[in-house]
């Protein structure tokens, strides 16, 4: 087998192609998005891709899903499932080799615990039992439990439908690797839950030659499953649509029943709030309007392929061609990798760098997508993770200590540490965070140094900072730095405390 290189080594290694020395080209002619080892992307599998999408394979992918919980179903209604069946059946760790997740600044989240399995068991008994059977909807689908579950949301339904599928994506990966990547760069890897036996009721293990980086395989996953923001099926939209939803039943009893109840349990004067409890219970009582409102989201799948393309469109854009930028910058300045003397130092040193970047260098274009600007501070998040390739230091993100997370948590050994939290100028709560948050996690770390990192967008939110930082009377050493990712009157450098 001989393999593709490189007309020329890459100097700035973000993506899968760089480390594993293969043209991008290839890749794409293969259909698979270019991840990073390095940095999850916020980048997700939507399940019903797999169901409206013409290729075979994918709908056979979505078939396997909808049987898996058919079985789950039915060993629930039959009384068979025990606590140890539950962990067994329903409990799932995140399929992190594929880079993907909503904690764009680590790649092991917390996965599919009992909460999860629960929620999923309990709704297959008593709400969708007939989940498999449905009348008004063309098929079934897994999303139907993040409609109806508070604390059931877009993560867990990728993390399950990443997990049903996973033999699917190591196959895909293998066949690839085997193809492309030098025999040095892979690995013979056992994985655990590649496919389940249904006659044993059991999940079988099975090994793959896979590309390998540092301690793990990585996953390849195609680009047209791919989505970002949230799934097709959701309950924003439910909400939403829930109006046309209930005029939608065309039984004429049925609607009036529904209507019936709705307003009853709508309080005289409702706020936003009473409205989503009123909608909620309603769900509860008549499923029903969940599969209309499945029925019309099926009728309008060519929209949900659309929409999806153009949000990982844009992801490349943003992540790998901006990111790319960014590398390139730091990669010009060997000496931005030097080892400082502390953690403190050195993350002092990195975060007044990625100011420069995005204030100076055109970095604040990450944050703006066609001319509009996109707040979000796991970008921000993303640049930062990225900025500690090649450090010494451990940079460990969302790091719960008890008290809840921390966005990172550089440190080299349990003697010196320093803490760092990201927030937007526009956050409600920006000047009770600066206050207290980090305080907090500083003493539940054990650690005396940490920075508090606020992206501003306009002029007023800048101002509004200022006045903050004035009010809590936060001295210079406060550790409080402003980064300004404006882009109508964007000055040489920000003012910042630090």
């Not at 169901?51 to 079985?71: A, C, M, N, P, V």
């Not at 990450?366 to 230091?393: A, M, N």
């Not at 939110?461 to 809590?472: G, W």
Request: glycine share 4%; net charge neutral; charged share 30%.
């Amino acid at each position: 087998m001989s393999y593709k290189k490189k007309t020329k080594e890459s100097h700035t290694r973000i993506y899968f192609t760089d480390f594993f020395d293969v043209a991008a080209a290839d890749l794409a002619n293969y259909g698979a998005f270019n991840v990073s080892p390095i940095v999850d992307l916020p980048l997700f599998i939507d399940p019903f891709l797999l169901f409206t999408s013409r290729k075979k394979q994918y709908q056979g992918l979505h078939d396997e899903i909808i049987r898996y919980l058919r079985f789950l179903r039915d060993q629930s209604i039959a009384g068979n499932v025990n606590k140890g069946l539950l962990k067994a059946w329903y409990c799932f760790h995140e399929v992190h080799q594929n880079r993907f997740g909503f904690c764009s600044t680590g790649s092991k989240g917390a996965g599919l615990g009992m909460g999860f399995a629960k929620a999923l068991n309990d709704n297959l008994v008593k709400i969708f039992k007939n989940f498999g059977d449905e009348k008004i909807t063309q098929s079934s689908h897994l999303e139907k439990l993040v409609l109806i579950r508070e604390r059931v949301g877009r993560d867990n339904i990728s993390d399950f439908t990443t997990n049903l599928i996973k033999g699917y994506l190591l196959k895909y990966t293998e066949k690839f690797a085997k193809k492309h990547i030098e025999p040095e760069k892979r690995k013979a890897v056992n994985v655990s839950h590649v496919e389940f036996n249904y006659e044993a009721g059991v999940w079988v293990d099975g090994e793959f030659d896979l590309p390998w980086f540092v301690d793990d395989y990585v996953l390849l996953t195609p680009e047209d499953i791919l989505t970002k923001d949230d799934i097709w099926i959701n309950k924003e939209d439910l909400r939403q649509d829930f109006p046309r939803i209930r005029e939608a039943v065309d039984n004429d009893a049925l609607r009036a029943q529904i209507d019936s109840y709705f307003f009853k349990v709508l309080p005289s004067s409702p706020t936003a709030k009473d409205q989503k409890e009123a909608i909620e219970k309603t769900l509860q009582n008549f499923p029903a309007l969940i599969d209309h409102y499945i029925k019309y989201k099926e009728d309008h799948g060519e929209e949900a392929v659309r929409r999806s393309k153009e949000k990982v469109t844009e992801a490349d854009s943003r992540y790998i061609q901006n990111l790319g930028q960014l590398a390139t910058l730091i990669a010009k300045q060997s000496e931005f990798y030097s080892t400082q003397a502390t953690t403190l130092e050195e993350t002092h040193r990195k975060i007044l760098f990625l100011k420069h970047v995005i204030e100076d260098q055109d970095g604040y274009r990450l944050f703006y997508v066609k001319g509009q600007q996109v707040e979000r501070e796991k970008d921000l998040q993303i640049l930062f993770k990225l900025v500690w390739e090649g450090s010494p230091s451990s940079a460990d993100a969302e790091v719960n200590n008890g008290r809840g997370p921390v966005d990172f948590k550089i440190s080299r050994g349990s003697m010196d540490s320093t803490l760092v939290e990201f927030k937007l100028a526009s956050n409600s709560q920006l000047q009770r965070n600066l206050e207290h948050q980090v305080e907090v996690y500083k003493n539940a770390n054990n650690t005396t140094q940490s920075f508090k990192v606020v992206l501003i967008f306009t002029q007023s939110e800048e101002q509004k900072l200022k006045n903050i930082i004035k009010n809590i009377k936060a001295p210079d050493n406060a550790g409080i730095i402003l980064i300004n990712a404006r882009r109508d009157n964007k000055p040489s450098a920000s003012r910042a405390t630090s």
